[in-house]
């Protein structure tokens, strides 16, 4: 491993951020892609209802964007504006959907998501699916916060405290009543 990998493995985002507009040097904007392509990934997953081939080039599309905007924005949090630009692309993208030459979004095709023991089709997949985000999204905002952070963007707990300021403690308790307020919801949906 050379030397100039090794800084950059250990340097912050911001500095690999500000190295980058010094220089102009794309390995160091590639190395924020490798942190952060992960977690974008997962996040344009959600978005699009699992479709690997939407959420890869959605994801792709978020670092070439931030590529060219990067000189010129002023950006705090790497991560959070990098979720930002992925979520208005994806936006675009779904917009882009909607208006095909039937007037309908494509469907998606089947997947095989198991649910509770059953394998659920293309059609029930994205209703289970938009049923469990309308549920995350009418939970309080500490709990929907801590889920969306933990079960999308895959965050640990004290990634999670960082990122809102929780302590770890109110984190596992948030995520504790989440999932457990969520399974409430689902069973009393399915029963009622």
């Given at each position: 491993?050379?030397?100039?990998?090794r800084?950059?493995?250990?340097?912050?985002?911001?500095?690999?951020?500000?190295?980058?507009?010094?220089?102009?040097?794309?390995?160091?904007?590639?190395?924020?892609?490798?942190?952060?392509?992960?977690?974008?990934?997962?996040?344009?997953?959600?978005?699009?209802?699992?479709?690997?081939?939407?959420?890869?080039?959605?994801?792709?599309?978020?670092?070439?964007?931030?590529?060219?905007?990067?000189?010129?924005?002023a950006?705090?949090?790497?991560?959070?504006?990098?979720?930002?630009?992925?979520k208005?692309?994806?936006?675009?993208?779904?917009?882009?959907?909607?208006?095909?030459?039937?007037?309908?979004?494509?469907?998606?095709?089947?997947?095989?998501?198991?649910?509770?023991?059953?394998?659920?089709?293309?059609?029930?997949?994205?209703?289970?699916?938009?049923?469990?985000?309308?549920?995350?999204?009418?939970?309080?905002?500490?709990?929907?916060?801590?889920?969306?952070?933990?079960?999308?963007?895959?965050?640990?707990?004290?990634?999670?405290?960082r990122?809102?300021?929780?302590?770890?403690?109110?984190?596992?308790?948030?995520?504790?009543?989440?999932?457990?307020n969520?399974?409430?919801?689902?069973?009393?949906?399915?029963?009622?």
């Open positions: 491993m050379s030397d100039n990998v800084m950059r493995d250990e340097q912050s985002d911001d500095e690999l951020l500000a190295e980058f507009r010094r220089t102009g040097d794309g390995e160091h904007f590639g190395e924020l892609f490798r942190r952060h392509r992960p977690r974008l990934y997962q996040r344009c997953l959600w978005f699009f209802n699992g479709d690997r081939a939407l959420a890869e080039e959605t994801a792709q599309d978020t670092f070439v964007r931030a590529l060219e905007k990067a000189p010129h924005v950006v705090e949090n790497i991560q959070a504006w990098l979720y930002e630009v992925a208005n692309l994806a936006i675009d993208k779904l917009r882009q959907l909607k208006v095909s030459a039937t007037g309908r979004a494509p469907e998606v095709p089947p997947t095989g998501l198991r649910v509770g023991g059953t394998t659920l089709e293309a059609q029930e997949k994205t209703a289970y699916l938009q049923e469990l985000r309308d549920l995350i999204n009418g939970l309080g905002e500490k709990q929907r916060v801590c889920l969306k952070l933990a079960y999308v963007d895959g965050c640990r707990y004290e990634e999670i405290g990122l809102t300021g929780y302590s770890e403690k109110e984190v596992k308790s948030a995520l504790q009543a989440g999932r457990e969520l399974k409430k919801k689902l069973q009393s949906g399915r029963q009622g």
